[in-house]
């Protein structure tokens, strides 16, 4: 099954990169460089060092954000989630936060922050918060009421039935909103360096995209997304690792 699954995936990547190239070479765009060329590039700023000096500036907000973002998100939706009065309050903002075109507010955050890490660092959690906080709130709110109902004929207090029967129980849904809240960590990352400075891996694609060197610039975009799935993989794997034998669902009796 293992290895079906990893052929499958490997027949998926050389269709999307033979498609690629095929369209690189028609070509569809004198801006569009073909896969060869793009790897070409990619190959060259690997080896002379600087897409690593470029994710070294990158990963510095996407780190921080996503980490406060996991702490306060997975916070406030135990929170949101246990009460429904805080639902009501908060729940509405991160829906509106959601579903609003976060980008508007960059300029804002730049006025407020200035131009420096600070800003890059709220644009990844205004990016990655709203999905993790939405995702705790929902499992933690329809964690089955058996349970619930179990721990508290066994004169099991409240702290015991958060940790002990709660947490447990809605962890598989919350991880799985975690990995969704750091793929869009990964896009408020990128977008800050698009529209605040650019640095990092951004500063590759603006500068890149100025002077005409679009295999260079499709090379980043190419990094960005290997890393992004590459680490979400890796999260996948730890959650079911974490929840074997439970990675679809509750835990049940």
Request: with cysteine.
């Amino acid at each position: 099954m293992t290895n079906r699954s990893l052929m499958l995936k490997l027949l998926s990547a050389f269709l999307v990169f033979g498609a690629w190239e095929i369209a690189g070479r028609i070509p569809i765009s004198y801006a569009f460089p073909t896969f060869v060329e793009s790897m070409a590039a990619l190959a060259r700023m690997t080896f002379d060092g600087s897409i690593f000096h470029a994710y070294g500036e990158t990963l510095k907000p996407l780190i921080v954000g996503v980490a406060i973002s996991t702490v306060l998100g997975i916070g406030l939706g135990l929170w949101i989630g246990l009460s429904e009065r805080f639902e009501w309050l908060f729940s509405p903002i991160f829906i509106v936060m959601q579903a609003a075109p976060l980008a508007a507010l960059i300029p804002l955050l730049v006025m407020a922050y200035g131009i420096g890490l600070t800003s890059k660092v709220f644009v990844v959690c205004i990016m990655a918060m709203p999905v993790i906080v939405l995702s705790t709130s929902s499992a933690v709110r329809n964690t089955p009421a058996s349970l619930k109902e179990m721990a508290t004929s066994f004169l099991a207090r409240d702290h015991h039935v958060l940790l002990k029967i709660v947490i447990p129980a809605a962890s598989p849904v919350i991880f799985s909103g975690l990995r969704l809240g750091v793929s869009a960590g990964f896009i408020g990352a990128i977008l800050a360096e698009l529209k605040i400075t650019p640095t990092g891996v951004g500063d590759i694609i603006t500068y890149s995209r100025s002077i005409a060197d679009y295999p260079s610039m499709y090379a980043a975009i190419f990094s960005i997304i290997v890393l992004a799935v590459l680490f979400l993989n890796l999260l996948e794997k730890i959650e079911n690792l974490l929840f074997k034998g439970n990675d679809r669902g509750y835990v049940t009796d």
